[in-house]
């Protein structure tokens, strides 16, 4: 059987970027493990369960989800979990990646493990794209060095933070995403003129945000030969 594990925030991750994929890839068969950083259960961003910020149909499937799945009430922690055991590697977006997801030893080492390995894949979501900034490949160099990549956009990170970088929940955010993967060497476009966006370089595959987290998935599926 085909399995993913889903390295998820503890600090606040997007509804619809996990939930979505966790239920596709789920429903085509795939044997899915969650962890996060420390083993305790993600925490959600309320703003992604916001009916007036994603509609109300969203906003009741995700925290249906979040509130019933025992993969999320119960995660394994990430330190415990070994990468190379699975077929793929799901890094879901939010904010709140970029307070620990992506600044973990144990998170980037599975991801170059499933971008490495020759036989596994990687998808990485919107803000989790930051972790693309501070990953290096076996050989010291930025991971991300000359690959084609999408992700949470300046653009769109405009309209959320103010003047000081502060996010609405008060908390500065640490980095933008599209600046540092692009100076680790990265080949950004988010391609803003299209509804989704979904890049797939070789072995990692990365996805623009909340709108293309079905399409990521039915890539992702695709890339693992799984029939959906």
């Not at 939930?19 to 420390?38: F, K, N, Q, R």
């Not at 929940?169 to 990265?186: F, H, N, Q, S």
């Not at 003129?193 to 996805?207: C, E, K, N, Q, Y």
């Amino acid at each position: 059987m085909v399995s993913a594990l889903f390295v998820v925030s503890e600090e606040g991750y997007w509804g619809e970027e996990c939930i979505e994929p966790l239920t596709t890839l789920t429903d085509a068969g795939v044997e899915i493990t969650v962890a996060t950083p420390s083993g305790q259960p993600p925490v959600l961003d309320e703003r992604s369960v916001d009916p007036e910020e994603v509609g109300e149909e969203t906003a009741e499937h995700v925290r249906d989800v979040h509130e019933s799945d025992e993969r999320l009430n119960d995660p394994t922690a990430l330190a415990a979990a070994d990468p190379s055991e699975y077929d793929a590697v799901v890094f879901p977006g939010g904010h709140g990646a970029e307070w620990d997801v992506t600044q973990d030893k144990h998170a980037r080492a599975a991801l170059r493990t499933a971008v490495e390995d020759g036989e596994k894949k990687a998808l990485v979501v919107c803000h989790a794209v930051g972790i693309l900034a501070f990953t290096r490949d076996s050989e010291g160099g930025m991971l991300v060095a000359g690959r084609e990549v999408t992700g949470f956009p300046n653009a769109w990170e405009e309209g959320i933070v103010d003047d000081l970088d502060m996010m609405p929940d008060g908390r500065k955010l640490p980095y933008w995403v599209e600046d540092e993967v692009e100076a680790a060497g990265g080949n950004w476009d988010a391609e803003l003129d299209s509804d989704t966006s979904v890049t797939v370089d070789g072995d990692l595959l990365t996805a623009r945000g909340p709108p293309s987290s079905h399409a990521a998935a039915l890539a992702l599926l695709d890339e693992l030969g799984v029939e959906y």
